[in-house]
């Protein structure tokens, strides 16, 4: 394989198909409600992060209906409770516990709990709480939001945070047992494959688990389709951006769990990259680049981290 696969991780971990129950718990974030911003990520849609909104469904209704989708489709029987839209550790331990609880503890199906978070959004008590499942035998992921290595280009898309901020929260997370998962992004403003080796190599440097690779999506409604429209950025052909996928996996720790190669969106949003809306297309123009090139993840990661 070119690639250590999510997927296929799980498969070795639990010894079949798992799969995720993607799940809005109403949190918000800092950096839209005043704390840090009022605008959000100049990429982030209403939504935050995720193509539904579930706010108005309650939790465990929200649970109920994607776990029967799965197991009407797939026979799904194992699953991750992923917490996914907005900032899931944006607010007291004592009410992520309730949030979190009313789903692990009580759904013996669950077999991992996954949190999307941003980097200044945690601290040990909550690092405490987030442990303390694994220690009643969950897989246990958090996903920290870097994008991009680039302090410059941090700034730009209003992200709210340095990328040294990012690293000494890796640095805190990984002294718990909790397996730590990031999100980069291909294609903001101002950035090529050299931004893009950077933070490649920003991350060979440091002890995580899984990688998220975003194509950089422009969506009505955000800052990015402003500037977009404006001439400031540029979206990446499907040629373009599987060179750079393949050029960052390369240099990517073989260790390290695949967790997602293309963005997707709601068609009825996206402005561009209109190949994006075709996410097998895309994965397939990642393995023929790793095929033409004769490579793989890790190929020049020892290298990198020298």
């Given amino acids: 394989m070119y690639y250590?696969?999510?997927?296929?991780?799980?498969?070795?971990?639990?010894?079949?198909?798992v799969f995720r129950v993607s799940l809005d718990a109403g949190f918000t974030c800092p950096n839209r409600n005043g704390t840090y911003g009022l605008h959000g990520c100049a990429y982030c849609s209403p939504e935050g992060s995720w193509n539904e909104r579930g706010e108005c469904t309650p939790l465990l209704e929200q649970v109920r209906m994607r776990k029967k989708a799965a197991w009407n489709r797939y026979g799904?029987?194992?699953?991750?409770?992923?917490?996914?839209a907005f900032t899931n550790t944006y607010a007291p331990a004592g009410r992520l516990k309730e949030v979190y609880d009313s789903v692990?503890?009580?759904?013996?199906?669950?077999?991992?709990?996954a949190i999307g978070t941003r980097?200044?959004?945690?601290?040990?008590?909550?690092?405490?709480?987030?442990?303390?499942?694994?220690?009643l035998g969950l897989m246990v992921w958090i996903e920290y939001g870097l994008q991009t290595s680039n302090n410059h280009t941090l700034k730009l898309i209003n992200r709210g945070h340095t990328a040294e901020d990012f690293s000494r929260t890796v640095l805190l997370t990984k002294e718990?047992?909790?397996?730590?998962?990031?999100?980069?992004?291909?294609?903001?403003?101002?950035?090529?494959?050299?931004?893009?080796?950077?933070?490649?190599?920003?991350?060979s440097e440091l002890p995580i688990d899984g990688i998220k690779i975003h194509n950089l999506n422009i969506v009505e409604g955000t800052r990015i389709a402003e500037m977009y429209r404006s001439g400031m950025v540029h979206p990446v052909s499907l040629e373009e951006f599987a060179q750079r996928v393949v050029d960052f996996l390369e240099h990517t720790n073989p260790q390290v769990v695949v967790d997602r190669l293309v963005a997707e969106t709601k068609p009825a949003l996206l402005i561009e990259p209109?190949?994006?809306?075709?996410?097998?297309?895309?994965?397939?123009?990642?393995i023929r680049e790793f095929r033409k090139r004769n490579s793989f993840q890790g190929r020049f990661f020892y290298k990198s981290a020298i």
Wanted: hydrophobic share 40%.
């Fill in 76 to 84: 799904a029987s194992k699953f991750i409770a992923y917490f996914q």
């Fill in 4 to 17: 250590r696969s999510f997927s296929g991780y799980l498969r070795e971990r639990f010894g079949q198909k």
């Fill in 119 to 135: 980097p200044d959004c945690i601290d040990r008590e909550k690092l405490e709480l987030i442990e303390s499942y694994r220690k």
């Fill in 104 to 113: 692990v503890l009580k759904d013996k199906e669950f077999v991992g709990l």
């Fill in 274 to 286: 209109k190949w994006s809306l075709n996410k097998q297309a895309a994965l397939q123009a990642i």
């Fill in 176 to 203: 718990y047992d909790i397996l730590v998962s990031t999100h980069v992004i291909i294609g903001l403003p101002g950035e090529c494959r050299k931004e893009n080796l950077e933070t490649a190599r920003f991350l």
